[in-house]
């Protein structure tokens, strides 16, 4: 019998500080776990030495020529692993918030064909800003999902078929529109509680100012607006 494999991707840009311990750590996972599992790291047009160090540690690269963002980097992983057959994906950030040993708890129930997507929840992570903007967009997409913006995540290939559709490349910071998208295509979405460390180093890019906050939430807006009315 095939073991179904598993691709863990890992968006970073310019993360040189923390990529290669976060790669480590999470191959440590992989080997004393006997997971059939690779890491890939996309590469979004980083200014640093993002793409050697993940080299050097030991995961497939994708190197973006210019800055995509987020969600078209994570894209990239997903037509990467979708094609060369990958049954599940993982997905992970690069800064080292998530950990490695948590990755069970959102991979079993998913091999289990209990939902089509897990995700990993950590609630307590947000401040008041991301308590704001998850409660407002609860609201407005009716989603009882207490962790709108978790990028820690588990996908089968079902799900994914979704994602790697080439209409929504437009997407960017996709955490409440890509889970939209999945939940009108009848994807069963599940929340697990898990552990997140604080970042190895920096802050959130997402949410380091007012303005990144304003323009996050008006595009998530128009993005849940069009895909409610479709």
């Keep these: 019998m095939t073991v179904p494999k598993i691709l863990i991707i890992i968006p970073a ?12 750590k ?4 992989i080997e004393k ?7 890939i790291v996309i590469n979004d047009g980083s200014e640093d030495r993002t793409s050697l160090e993940a080299q050097k540690a030991g995961a497939i690269v994708i190197d973006l020529i210019i800055n995509l963002g987020y969600w078209r980097a994570l894209q990239t992983g997903m037509l990467y692993g979708y094609y060369k057959g990958f049954e599940y994906f993982i997905t992970m950030d690069a800064d080292g918030q998530h950990i490695a040993e948590e990755i069970s708890k959102i991979l079993t129930p998913l091999q289990q064909k209990k ?8 609630i307590k992570r947000g401040g008041i800003s991301k308590k704001i903007v998850w409660a407002f967009f609860r609201y407005l997409t009716g989603m009882k999902i207490k962790d ?14 979704y994602l790697i559709d080439y209409r929504y490349t437009t997407f960017d910071n996709a955490d409440i ?8 295509n009848r994807c069963k979405i599940l929340e697990i509680d898990v552990n997140i460390r604080e970042r190895l180093k920096g802050k959130s890019k997402l949410f380091s100012s007012p303005l990144k906050i304003l323009k996050y939430m008006l595009h998530s807006l128009i993005i849940s607006i069009s895909l409610r009315s479709k």
């Design 26 to 29: 999470t191959k440590k996972f």
């Design 13 to 24: 840009y310019n993360e040189e500080a923390t990529i290669a311990q976060v790669i480590k």
């Design 148 to 161: 709108l913006t978790s990028g820690f995540r588990a996908y089968n290939r079902k799900s994914v078929k």
């Design 33 to 39: 776990n006997c997971i059939n599992a690779e890491i």
């Design 177 to 184: 529109a890509s889970l939209l998208l999945l939940a009108k």
């Design 115 to 122: 939902a089509d997507v897990i995700i990993g929840s950590c």
